[in-house]
């Protein structure tokens, strides 16, 4: 509170006016010569006013100067009302200012009443100091209790006889009874202002600013969105905030959307349903112009900057999606002919301007990514954008494009640390070999002055992986992989190193140990020799001399060398006399005319190793002997087919049963048997068998 408040008062001023706000104790007033008049208006009135004039001359003021012509005079005084009460001592009277005991009348004492489920912070009942009224009475808690009766001298001394004290609301609105509410304040009107809970209806606050350290959103918001209006977005986990034209809801801080202006070359209206795929062609009004994008060339394709979220007329505005999600879309694929699921990677079409598809584009059309499927669905999808135009490799930082020209290749510069296009010549330092047209087939090899090519003679298949020498059809024989057809006195050589090499023709099937030379030929020069082997065994062995040694590699001198068992299937045909085979070291065959045999004319002779024949076999008769020497007897009869020559042993024909006998097929007339059943000889004859007996 001031103490004072100092007023010069001027001729121009006839009137004080002390504001309400203003509480003061004294206010002094200066008062020129020339002021004839000075009236005060004041509210509240219990104030000291000191007039003072301007000569240095101060009078305090009496509020009760009557003279209005003393100095002391107070002009204009407000009226004070007349306050009254029911005190003895209240000041009235003038006599006794100050209220006491006196004044209170006496009353009996009143009191909540006591109860049972009364609880405290302490979790007792009653602490020390409360105060019950019970059964007429009114007592003292002086021991801490969980609500015991107040008859209890323990925990309770009676104040004497009382009344319960009753709880009754007050009600602003009473007039009268016991809950209304007396010398109520004015409230004022509030209704321009902001309730900070609990309200019931819009607040508006017109052009003024909302200015806090935080703002909290509902997040079960009821109302509803529109244009201007964010909100809670528990779906997403962000605030919506509703944009112009009502069509799109941003979802802030999860996509970024753009206000742009249609103006396509075709003039169409761009489609919320058809989510088209834009690009920045410029700007008018402010806003970027944007056009339909499409995959085929860098113009048309590397300003490409989001999807429509909105249906945009021509020449109109409305919104673009450049990051974040569009929804509420066809997603399945069926706009676009394809299907699509989620998760798949969208990207700009080459063939349809505007267009989405989950067909990756490949050059020389351009790869742009538009995006993601985050859930396909036929009126509920959603798209994920994130375009990404990707590169020219002229746009990368570290690459020099300079003038680029057919066939030029990319490389790299150490001295300036970048890729630049050259041309393949000055990349290797020589012109390259310009290969000539290629035919089917052909091999190519040098002539001595340029790189021809022949695919009659040198013709590869490259369907078979067949090479053909001399041919140009290595498929039509039976071991394809190498066919080599060659003219008269022509072939194929292989070629020693030096005299003492040894060549091989090798079969493998393998590559450890002899698996590498199954089969083999080989050519020992130094000893001339030609070798065969199986089963990566040496097997036959013709040597410089002629000699062919089978299973054995040791030259006896011998046309034919077989260490083993020989066989001859069919003829055998000897032109040479007395060629002889060994059988043993004691007896041998010999082949051709044999002039000492008994009889002459003999073309087989059985002959021991001392000449001597045991048998002879000729073109009409054969002798059979078991005697050497002069023993040996001469072939009695030429009628004979067979002569049997033996002074100790006799003929032997076979022996079988009758059972055996008779079980012969077909017996020729003539055939001889011993039947050991009947121990008898037996001659067939036409139709049966007769025994030949004893004589």
């Avoid at 909105?310 to 409305?318: A, C, F, H, K, L």
């Avoid at 590869?460 to 067949?466: A, G, K, S, V």
């Avoid at 068992?565 to 069919?570: D, E, H, I, Y």
């Avoid at 073309?603 to 008769?621: E, H």
Wanted: with cysteine; glycine share 10%.
């Amino acid at each position: 509170m001031a103490d004072n408040v100092n007023i010069i008062v001027q001729d121009t001023i006839n009137d004080i006016v002390v504001n309400a706000a203003v509480i003061v104790e004294t206010i002094d007033i200066n008062v020129q010569a020339a002021v004839d008049e000075v009236q005060i208006i004041a509210n509240p009135n219990n104030y000291v006013v000191n007039i003072n004039r301007i000569i240095g001359e101060q009078v305090q003021s009496d509020w009760d100067q009557a003279d209005d012509q003393a100095p002391d005079y107070i002009k204009n005084k407000p009226s004070i009302p007349t306050l009254t009460s029911d005190l003895t001592n209240d000041g009235e009277d003038g006599i006794n200012p100050f209220i006491t005991a006196a004044d209170v009348p006496a009353s009996l004492l009143v009191a909540l009443p006591f109860t049972t489920d009364h609880l405290t912070a302490t979790n007792n009942a009653y602490v020390i100091g409360d105060v019950v009224w019970y059964l007429g009475n009114v007592y003292r808690c002086i021991a801490n209790n969980d609500s015991i009766l107040p008859t209890s001298t323990t925990y309770w001394t009676n104040l004497g006889a009382g009344n319960p004290l009753v709880a009754q609301p007050s009600n602003w609105n009473a007039t009268s009874g016991n809950n209304q509410i007396l010398n109520k304040p004015t409230i004022p009107d509030v209704s321009g202002f902001v309730p900070y809970t609990g309200a019931t209806q819009d607040v508006d606050l017109g052009e003024f600013e909302i200015k806090a350290g935080q703002v909290e959103f509902d997040q079960t918001p009821t109302g509803t969105a529109g244009v201007g209006v964010m909100r809670w977005n528990d779906s997403d986990g962000t605030v919506d905030l509703g944009l112009k034209g009502g069509n799109v809801t941003l979802q802030i801080g999860q996509e970024s959307v753009l206000r742009v202006v249609n103006k396509t070359a075709t003039n169409v209206n761009l489609l919320e349903a058809n989510y088209q795929a834009v690009r920045v062609t410029g700007a008018q009004g402010q806003r970027l112009k944007i056009d339909l994008a499409v995959a085929t060339n860098d113009l048309l394709s590397a300003e490409t900057i989001g999807l429509v979220t909105e249906t945009i007329n021509n020449n109109q505005e409305g919104f673009i999606t450049t990051s974040g999600l569009v929804r509420g879309i066809n997603t399945t694929g069926g706009l676009q002919g394809e299907t699509w699921a989620d998760g798949d990677i969208l990207y700009l079409s080459p063939t349809t301007a505007g267009r989405a598809t989950k067909v990756k584009p490949v050059a020389p059309n351009h790869l742009i990514i538009l995006g993601y499927v985050i859930h396909a669905h036929i009126t509920q999808g959603s798209i994920f954008v994130k375009v990404d135009n990707g590169y020219e490799i002229s746009e990368l930082h570290d690459v020099k494009i300079t003038t680029p020209a057919n066939n030029n290749v990319l490389a790299y510069t150490l001295a300036t640390d970048i890729w630049e296009n050259k041309t393949i010549n000055t990349v290797i330092g020589y012109t390259p070999f310009q290969l000539p047209a290629l035919t089917s087939g052909s091999v190519l090899f040098s002539n001595g002055t340029t790189i021809a090519q022949d695919n009659a003679n040198l013709f590869w298949d490259d369907t078979n992986n067949r090479l053909g020498i001399g041919t140009n059809n290595p498929s039509a024989y039976y071991a394809k992989k190498l066919v080599i057809a060659t003219p008269d006195e022509d072939g194929v050589t292989i070629l020693a190193n030096t005299v003492s090499s040894t060549n091989y023709l090798a079969f493998a099937d393998g590559v450890t140990g002899n698996e590498a030379f199954r089969g083999y030929v080989s050519y020992k020069h130094q000893t001339d020799q030609l070798t065969f082997g199986s089963a990566g065994t040496l097997r036959m062995t013709l040597t410089s001399g002629g000699n062919l040694l089978i299973n054995t590699t040791t030259d006896a001198g011998f046309k034919l060398d077989v260490n083993g068992t020989a066989r001859v299937s069919g003829a055998l045909s000897v032109t040479n006399s007395g060629i002889g085979m060994n059988y043993d070291t004691g007896v041998g065959v010999l082949l051709g005319a044999v002039t000492n045999a008994p009889g002459g004319g003999w073309k087989v002779s059985l002959i021991d190793n001392g000449n001597n024949i045991y048998g002879a076999f000729g073109s009409s008769s054969s002798i059979l002997s078991d005697r050497s020497g002069a023993g040996r007897a001469a072939l009695t009869g030429t009628s004979a087919v067979l002569e049997l020559q033996s002074t100790t042993r006799g003929f032997l024909p076979p022996r079988m049963t009758t059972t055996q006998k008779n079980a012969i097929v077909t017996p020729a007339a003539g055939l001889v048997v011993y039947d050991t059943t009947l121990a008898k000889l037996c001659v067939r004859t036409a139709s049966a068998w007769e025994t030949i007996t004893s004589i």
